[in-house]
């Protein structure tokens, strides 16, 4: 069974501040698809990313950074600079590489203050 | 504009009826999916479907059915069996194969009155 771990339910930031959010999971799969989605108060995910199992290294995109690792069955997502617009829930997902189906983690609220 | 559209946005329905909501993708999208989520956590799923005429039953499709007729719509009906339907449910879609990014709606808020 695929199982998707966000130990952190709320993190609380002033501007500025760089912040990370823990992703674990677990999965039987020797090849799979790890995402991270980003919920703002309207409700709607939005795609940030998505990686192959087989590649490891670490993406950045603007103030966005992940940081893969196979050993410990993690995919932490960095905000450096963090700003109020940041604030959301913010999901990590495992997918099967079998189908389509997705697993979530319970996701991290991100609050941003000024 | 290519999207998912959910309808619709707030819904209120008495105890004891059967509701639908609708879900509409224009991406040319091979499957398309129902998720609930309740306050303080993470998406369940309800049912996928992966091509016309075909779904499954998710970790949570007890008290609710669907149907696929046509690729571009995955309407979800909440019967009365459904015994705690106040949730807010979000609609997605994908390409079957890959594990590629899933698109989702805007999702709708159902309340029981």
């Known amino acids: 069974a695929q199982k998707v771990t966000q130990a952190q339910t709320e993190i609380s930031v002033v501007e500025k501040e760089d912040v990370t959010l823990d992703c674990v999971y677990e999965?039987?799969?020797?090849?799979?698809?790890l995402f991270w989605y980003k919920q703002p108060p309207s409700g709607e995910l939005v795609f940030l990313i998505r990686?192959?199992?087989?590649?490891?290294q670490n993406e950045i995109s603007g103030r966005y950074s992940w940081n893969f690792q196979k050993s410990t069955s993690s995919f932490n997502f960095t905000i450096t600079a963090s700003q109020v617009v940041d604030s959301a829930v913010y999901f990590c997902a495992l997918g099967e590489t079998s189908g389509s189906r997705l697993t979530f983690g319970e996701g991290t609220q991100l609050t941003v203050n000024p | 504009d290519g999207g998912i559209t959910q309808s619709p946005k707030y819904l209120f329905r008495k105890e004891g009826q059967n509701v639908t909501l609708s879900c509409e993708q224009n991406l040319n999208h091979d499957a398309m999916y129902w998720y609930r989520q309740d306050p303080g956590q993470g998406l369940r799923l309800i049912y996928y479907s992966q091509i016309v005429n075909d779904f499954q039953k998710g970790d949570i499709a007890e008290g609710y059915s669907v149907s696929r007729e046509k690729k571009e719509s995955f309407p979800l009906t909440v019967t009365s069996a459904q015994k705690n339907p106040t949730a807010f449910y979000l609609c997605a879609s994908s390409f079957y194969r890959g594990a590629t990014e899933a698109f989702f709606g805007q999702g709708t808020r159902l309340t029981v009155v």
């Open positions: 999965t039987r799969d020797t090849t799979y698809y």
């Open positions: 990686r192959n199992s087989f590649d490891e």
